[in-house]
């Protein structure tokens, strides 16, 4: 199973923007599709963000959607999440996830279906 290494969090203002790498060791990367979770404060992990293994298909979570950005960069190992116009609800611990080997066009919304994660990087928004 690929090994997930995240980072790029950090503290800045509402309305800034921030970059998350997450970088895959260990296995074949494009045979895995991607997903970003991330989980708030006292609350559960949840979905952000999905991309199949080539990046031809993506999905978002409604409270994302417009703002954050799901790429992969299968030469380099790294799928990316670009988060842009943040508030203080995007606050969070943001995890990577991989789900693999499995077929070119899928994406996965449950964290279930994943059977890797990263460690985690902290996401601060101050409003």
């Known amino acids: 199973q690929v090994q997930l290494v995240e980072s790029g969090g950090g503290l800045v203002q509402a309305g800034s923007s921030l970059r998350l790498s997450c970088v895959g060791s260990?296995?074949?990367?494009?045979?895995?599709?991607m997903g970003w979770f991330r989980q708030p404060p006292g609350q559960e992990r949840e979905f952000v963000s999905a991309?199949?293994?080539?990046?031809?298909?993506?999905s978002y979570s409604g409270s994302v959607k417009g703002r954050f950005t799901i790429s992969r960069d299968n030469a380099k190992n790294t799928v990316y999440l670009q988060m842009n116009s943040l508030k203080a609800e995007d606050t969070g611990v943001y995890y990577c996830?991989?789900?693999?080997?499995?077929?070119?066009?899928?994406?996965?919304?449950?964290?279930?279906?994943?059977?890797?994660w990263g460690q985690g990087t902290q996401v601060t928004v101050s409003s």
């Open positions: 260990g296995d074949t990367f494009s045979d895995y599709a």
């Open positions: 996830a991989a789900r693999g080997p499995t077929v070119t066009g899928a994406y996965y919304t449950q964290d279930s279906a994943y059977v890797s």
């Open positions: 991309i199949t293994r080539v990046g031809r298909k993506t």
